[in-house]
């Protein structure tokens, strides 16, 4: 099992700038892909970026070049740094972990941590 709980969520003026942080317990040398994913008001949780232990990293479309996710080499804290926020990045983002190389899909996935861009 792994728990995860992000932390590092606010208020930001457009333009600014934001880390929002995960942090993982339980059995994190399983864990083998790590990411982040948001759900906008009235909108389906999507992924922002994600990186796995082969090396793969993959960002959205609307992330490249603005948002970077890093890790530390322990693998139990993930970041997500993101660049000239906008309004409409206002989202609850969360951090999803797996175990499974095959399986595609999330198992883990924290509580979530609140974006709010303002203009």
């Known amino acids: 099992q792994v728990q995860l709980v992000e932390s590092g969520g606010g208020l930001v003026q457009a333009g600014e700038s934001l880390n929002v942080s995960c942090t993982a317990s339980?059995?994190?040398?399983?864990?083998?892909?790590m990411g982040w994913y948001r759900q906008a008001p009235g909108k389906e949780r999507e992924l922002v970026a994600e990186?796995?232990?082969?090396?793969?990293?993959n960002y959205a479309l609307s992330a490249e070049g603005r948002f970077t996710i890093s890790r530390d080499n322990a693998w139990d804290m993930w970041s997500l740094r993101m660049l000239s926020l906008k309004p409409g990045n206002t989202a609850i983002y969360y951090c999803?972990?797996?175990?499974?190389?095959?399986?595609?899909?999330?198992?883990?996935w924290g509580q979530g941590t609140q974006v709010t861009g303002s203009s």
């Open positions: 339980g059995s994190v040398t399983s864990i083998y892909a």
């Open positions: 999803p972990a797996r175990v499974e190389r095959v399986v595609a899909s999330y198992a883990y």
């Open positions: 990186t796995d232990r082969d090396g793969r990293t």
